[in-house]
């Protein structure tokens, strides 16, 4: 099963909206989680990584202040897209490392973002 | 920076054939890893073998093999006996152990087909 579970898998809302996306690591504990944006045909950008108990740190030309991020728990990390327009509209994907030495990093399954 | 490059956009192969995947890195971090992930067309990123740039042998796993060439900076990806359902998008990454504080960057993806 999925190590790393992403809520909700789709949404859509209406512009000027705030939409939240919830990113859980399951049985086991993630310090570090990551969101990335994926347009249609395109690669995965990384937007931000996701520290427990501290700041977000954003990747240059991310506004932090559209795309809040929130590491509450070892298991949780939420992104809060804040009035969120059509260009918005996008594949957000988180990802957390397991911990384990062979480097398995795990996605979750993705959240498809449409705003009309 | 970290630069991936995967030149080939689209590949196709007859099933049960054998398809190499190009990659293509440059990187300034001492060690570093580089992984493979299928993304098929539901979204999801599903992690097929990971490399470590320390690691004395190719990687590995089941159908899947990572000719790893350091020297040229490579890290080709072999799908033996293809089969129809290995048809998705593939993903090249990397990911930095040093300053960059394990973020991973993502190539451009190539496009499998796999025909009958």
């Known amino acids: 099963g999925a190590v790393v579970s992403q809520h909700p898998s789709r949404v859509i809302c209406k512009s000027g909206t705030s939409v939240k996306i919830e990113c859980r690591s399951l049985d086991f504990q993630a310090t570090t989680m990551f969101w990335y944006r994926q347009f249609p045909k395109q690669s995965l950008m990384l937007m931000a990584t996701?520290?427990?108990?501290?700041?977000?740190?954003?990747e240059q030309g991310v506004e932090k202040d559209k795309f809040l991020i929130n590491h509450a728990s070892l298991t949780l990390s939420t992104l809060t897209v804040t009035s969120a327009h059509p260009e918005d509209s996008s594949f957000y994907i988180c990802?957390?490392?397991?911990?384990?030495?062979?480097?398995?990093?795990?996605f979750g399954e993705g959240s498809r973002l449409t705003v009309l | 920076a970290q630069k991936i490059t995967q030149t080939q956009p689209g590949m196709f192969v007859q099933e049960k054939e054998a398809v190499t995947l190009d990659c293509t890195y440059d990187?300034?971090?001492?060690?570093?890893?580089l992984f493979w992930y299928k993304q098929p067309s539901s979204g999801e990123m599903i992690f097929l073998i990971y490399?470590?740039?320390?690691?004395?042998q190719n990687a590995t796993e089941g159908r899947y093999s990572l000719n790893f060439q350091k020297a040229r900076k490579s890290a080709n990806l072999v799908i033996s006996a293809s089969q129809l359902g290995d048809s998705a998008m593939y993903f090249c990454a990397h990911i930095g152990r040093g300053s960059t504080l394990g973020r991973l960057y993502f190539g451009r993806g190539t496009q499998l087909t796999v025909w009958p």
């Open positions: 490399q470590g740039s320390y690691d004395q």
């Open positions: 990187t300034s971090d001492p060690s570093y890893g």
């Open positions: 990802s957390a490392w397991t911990g384990q030495s062979t480097g398995e990093l795990f």
């Open positions: 996701s520290n427990e108990g501290s700041k977000a740190t954003y």
